[in-house]
């Protein structure tokens, strides 16, 4: 089975600057994919990138980028200049690649954007 | 396109009463799932449906059955609900049978707050 952490519950980035949300999962697969969601307040799941593991380069979308090491297993999340509406709750998840998709989350860490 | 609908958004139920949560989507996506999320915790998946026609169970099935009444919509009933199951549940759907080298992304709906008393 797999298994998804991330050991940051809280954190806390002015407006403008960066910040890195951790996560490590662990697996015996080779072929898989990680996702980072985000949910605000609402509570809509929002996707906010994925990576395949079969690929190095590290995945990117507009402010958002991450870095994937696979053989130690992580997946962080850099946001760059921070918006108060990156405000939410970020999950990591994990999939096994295959026709039953399902995804393994991470407890979630809360990210509060200040002014 | 709606994406991904959920009905009703909110419920309260007593203990021993029973309810169906209602969800469908409009992407002619071939899976769904079913998931649950508690304070303190991701989302858990309860049930899913790979393709019309079949379900399986998830990591907390117990309490629980699905339908997959036709390629847009898959229900979750609780036949006895219990204040163990108060929780937000969330539907999500995918493309599915994608194959080991494509990604398959799940697009979730807004989610049903549950309470049980």
């Known amino acids: 089975a797999q298994t998804v952490t991330q050991s940051q519950p809280e954190m806390s980035v002015q407006e403008a600057e960066t910040v890195t949300l951790s996560c490590t999962y662990d697996t015996s697969e080779n072929n898989y994919y990680l996702f980072w969601y985000k949910q605000p307040p609402s509570r809509q799941m929002i996707l906010v990138i994925r990576q395949e593991a079969y690929k190095q380069q590290n995945a990117t979308e507009n402010r958002f980028s991450v870095n994937f090491q696979k053989a130690a297993k992580s997946f962080s999340l850099k946001i760059s200049d921070s918006q108060l509406g990156d405000t939410a709750m970020y999950f990591c998840?994990?999939?096994?690649?295959?026709?039953?998709?399902?995804?393994?989350f991470g407890t979630g860490t809360r990210l509060q954007v200040t002014l | 396109n709606a994406g991904v609908t959920q009905t009703p958004k909110f419920q309260v139920l007593k203990t021993g009463q029973s309810m169906t949560l209602q969800c469908a989507q409009d992407m002619n996506h071939n899976s769904m799932y079913w998931y649950r999320q508690d304070p303190g915790m991701g989302l858990r998946l309860i049930y899913y449906?790979?393709?019309?026609?079949?379900?399986d169970k998830g990591e907390v099935p117990n309490g629980y059955n699905v339908s997959r009444l036709n390629k847009r919509e898959f229900s979750l009933r609780l036949e006895s609900a219990a204040p163990s199951q108060t929780s937000v549940y969330f539907c999500?759907?995918?493309?599915?049978?994608?194959?080991?080298?494509?990604?398959?992304?799940?697009?979730f709906g807004p989610g049903t707050r549950l309470t049980v008393l």
């Open positions: 449906s790979a393709s019309e026609g079949t379900t």
């Open positions: 998840a994990f999939m096994k690649a295959g026709t039953a998709s399902k995804l393994t």
């Open positions: 999500a759907s995918s493309e599915g049978n994608r194959g080991a080298w494509s990604t398959d992304t799940q697009y």
